[in-house]
C-alpha cells in the first residue's frame, strides 16, 4: 500500500463556469489529524466527494491508499457527511444493525466503546434526540468502522461546547499510526488542539498545506494565522 492514504494530482472540478477545486495537489499519509480549512464556498465538500467519487472531478487523478479513486476504494473510507442522513423512525440499535449489514469492518467492540465514552442511549429513537445527540451516533458510526481513512464533513457543526469537547476527545482517542483523519471545518479555535497539520483551501486552491507546529514556531495560533490568509475571502 501507498505511504499516501490521499494523493491529488492537479484535481479541477467545475459546475458550469465556477470552479469548485482548481489544480489541487495534495499528499497526505496516515498517522495524523489533518483539518482541511476554509470558509464556506472554499471547495472542502467537494474535495471530501470526489475522495468518495460521489462527485467526479474533470481533470486530474485522486488516489486513495495507492489505488485510482472508483467505487471499489470507498471500502477504504468512512464518511461522516455534514447532513443527516439515518432514517428518523430508527433506534441506535437499528442504525448500528444496518451499518453492521451494510460494512463488514464494522467493529462492535468500538461502538460499544464509543457508545459509553459518549452516553448515548442504543435504544434512544433517532427522531427524538437532539441534534447533539444524532451528531455523536452519526460520528460513533463512522468511527466504529476498521478503515485506513476518516473523512468527517463539518462534524462539530453549531453545537453546544460540551458535546463538541466530548466528539473532539473521541475524535483524537481513535487517531493512531495506520489511519488517517479528515476534518473539514470552518471552526478553527473548536479544532485546533487535536489536529496535526492543516490544509487551506482559498476558492478551490490549496494554499497552504503543513503541520500545526510549522504555524505556531512563528509565534502565531492556527487561528490567528487562519484569520490572516482568509479575513479577505
Given at each position: ?39 464556506n ?20 487523478v485522486?488516489k486513495i ?20 442522513f ?20 464494522f467493529?462492535?467492540?468500538?461502538a ?75 471552526l ?40 490572516e ?5
Open positions: 500500500m501507498n505511504t499516501n492514504y490521499i494523493e491529488l494530482v492537479n484535481v479541477t472540478k467545475q459546475y458550469g463556469h465556477f470552479t469548485a477545486l482548481n489544480n489541487v495537489n495534495l499528499a497526505l499519509q496516515p498517522g495524523k489529524i489533518i483539518g482541511l480549512l476554509g470558509p464556498g472554499s471547495g472542502k465538500t467537494t474535495l471530501l466527494k470526489t475522495l468518495m467519487r460521489i462527485i467526479r472531478q474533470q481533470y486530474g485522486v491508499c495507492g489505488y485510482d479513486a472508483c467505487y471499489e476504494t470507498r471500502k477504504f473510507i468512512s464518511f461522516m457527511p455534514d447532513r443527516a439515518l432514517y428518523k423512525s430508527m433506534t441506535v440499535m437499528n442504525a448500528i444493525k444496518y451499518y453492521q449489514e451494510l460494512f463488514q469492518d467493529d462492535m467492540n468500538r460499544n466503546y464509543l457508545l459509553q465514552t459518549l452516553g448515548i442511549d442504543i435504544y434512544a429513537n433517532i427522531d427524538k434526540m437532539s441534534k447533539g445527540n444524532k451528531e455523536k451516533v452519526v460520528l460513533m458510526l463512522t468511527l466504529s468502522r476498521n478503515v485506513p481513512v476518516y473523512l468527517l464533513d463539518e462534524p462539530l457543526g453549531s453545537l453546544d461546547p460540551v458535546i463538541k469537547h466530548e466528539m473532539l476527545t473521541v475524535i483524537k482517542q481513535c487517531s493512531h499510526p495506520n489511519n488517517l483523519i479528515l476534518i473539514s471545518t470552518h478553527i479555535k473548536d479544532t485546533e488542539e487535536i489536529l496535526d497539520d492543516v490544509v487551506f483551501l482559498k476558492q478551490g486552491r490549496v494554499v497552504l498545506n503543513t503541520s500545526k507546529a510549522n504555524i505556531e514556531q512563528n509565534g502565531k495560533t492556527l487561528e490567528q494565522y487562519y484569520l490568509v482568509f479575513s479577505h475571502v
